[in-house]
């Protein structure tokens, strides 16, 4: 019996040290991103996307999104990225984004929104993305 009792606290020692070691990993920050507003600018040259990112500290971060928005018989699309230095911590970027010159305007109504982000502590970089359907708004 002392022999079960023994190995029984043996047990459930190593559990708890396993589930100690175990916890603050999962407790770890990851990568978030969220689209918020899309505002049009200058007469649709342009659109200014709010967005909201969290990356490891640290870490050099990029993010670069393309709005893209059917215009009759034609497509308004424009990227841009934005490099910036991670805090661990959620983020917000107000990102200015040009039409391309060989399509047409952004206008008012609904677009898609792919957006990248990017968290780097070296040449291994870590990636997620989101495709979000937003209404840019005067």
């Known amino acids: 019996m002392s022999r079960l009792r023994a190995a029984l606290v043996l047990l459930l020692t190593t559990s708890s040290?396993?589930?100690?070691?175990?916890?603050?990993?999962?407790?770890?920050?990851?990568?978030?991103?969220?689209?918020?507003?899309?505002?049009?600018?200058?007469?649709?040259a342009a659109v200014r996307v709010q967005i909201t990112a969290t990356c490891?500290?640290?870490?050099?971060?990029?993010?670069?999104?393309t709005v893209?928005?059917?215009a009759g018989d034609r497509v308004a699309q424009g990227t841009q990225a934005q490099s910036f230095t991670c805090t661990?911590?959620?983020?917000?970027?107000?990102?200015?984004?040009?039409?391309?010159?060989?399509?047409a305007p952004f206008r008012t109504g609904v677009a898609l929104v792919t957006t990248q982000l990017q968290s780097c502590p070296g040449a291994n970089c870590t990636t997620i993305q989101t495709d979000e359907v937003v209404r840019i708004r005067r």
Do not use: K, Y
């Not at 490891?56 to 999104?65: M, N, R």
């Not at 661990?88 to 399509?103: C, D, K, R, T």
């Open 88 to 103: 661990g911590q959620p983020q917000q970027f107000s990102i200015l984004v040009l039409a391309n010159v060989n399509g």
């Open 17 to 44: 040290l396993v589930l100690v070691a175990v916890s603050p990993a999962s407790a770890a920050p990851t990568l978030a991103l969220d689209v918020g507003s899309v505002t049009l600018v200058a007469n649709g």
């Open 68 to 70: 893209t928005q059917a």
């Open 56 to 65: 490891f500290e640290g870490d050099v971060g990029g993010i670069t999104p």
